[in-house]
């Protein structure tokens, strides 16, 4: 259903910039290019068209947003985790890491540092 109701939120938001296009902001817009078939239809009547074109064309916008933020699927969002989450919950919690030490333990007297170098060995 979400699905169905963004598609027509699409549809409905292309057709009203196409109809907003049409328009002229002086008046003109479609039925300028249509001066044969005034008799027909006639300037004020293409303009009141377009007008409640582009009324009809908004409500039905913030109705579809309404109804699709109503059908938005809640309960297949827990179950599709995204990567980073799931990365998250693998890390190793650094408090429970073991910890080393951080005072160097002393060595007896009688014991060397270093070993002896021999100059002849390198």
């Known amino acids: 259903m979400f699905t169905f109701i963004s598609v027509l939120i699409f549809i409905a938001a292309i057709l009203l910039v196409l109809i907003v296009l049409v328009q002229n902001?002086?008046?003109?817009?479609?039925?300028?290019?249509?001066?044969a078939?005034?008799?027909?239809?006639?300037?004020r009547k293409t303009a009141d068209f377009l007008e409640k074109a582009t009324w009809t064309l908004a409500a039905s916008l913030v109705f579809l947003s309404i109804m699709a933020s109503a059908t938005?699927?809640?309960?297949?969002?827990?179950?599709?985790?995204?990567?980073?989450e799931d990365q998250?919950?693998?890390?190793?919690?650094?408090?429970?890491?073991?910890s080393f030490p951080t005072v160097v333990p002393e060595l007896p007297d009688d014991e060397p540092i270093l070993p002896p170098v021999d100059d002849e060995e390198q």
Do not use: C, H, W, Y
């Open 88 to 98: 998250i919950d693998r890390t190793i919690d650094p408090s429970g890491l073991p």
């Open 25 to 35: 902001s002086k008046g003109g817009g479609l039925a300028a290019n249509f001066s």
């Open 37 to 43: 078939s005034n008799q027909v239809m006639g300037v």
């Open 72 to 84: 938005i699927p809640r309960g297949e969002a827990a179950v599709e985790r995204s990567l980073i």
